[in-house]
């Protein structure tokens, strides 16, 4: 099993929080003495709070900044969709 603590600050993971939970990714925003801030990709980016030694069933991979890229590009583009604004005219 393992925590939070072993996610490096500015760095995306593919986790898994439970073992019957799907992957997750999640990017370190900030960390302090006894936690960690986290940004957690779903529909909408969720930002939460973490203890360090909460648990996570499995650290899946660190993202390269490539594969970052790549994800965003895609990411952005589906989250563009959901608001586009209709014309008026």
Do not use: H, R
């Not at 936690?35 to 529909?43: A, G, L, P």
């Amino acid at each position: 099993m393992y925590s939070y603590s072993l996610l490096e600050p500015g760095c995306y993971y593919l986790i898994q929080e439970k073992e019957d939970e799907p992957v997750t990714l999640v990017k370190i925003m900030v960390e302090t003495d006894q936690c960690m801030y986290v940004t957690q990709y779903e529909d909408m980016p969720v930002l939460a709070w973490k203890k360090k030694n909460d648990p996570i069933f499995d650290i899946l991979e660190l993202l390269s900044d490539e594969k970052v890229k790549e994800w965003d590009a895609v990411y952005n583009d589906s989250q563009d969709a959901y608001y586009e604004e209709e014309d008026d005219e």
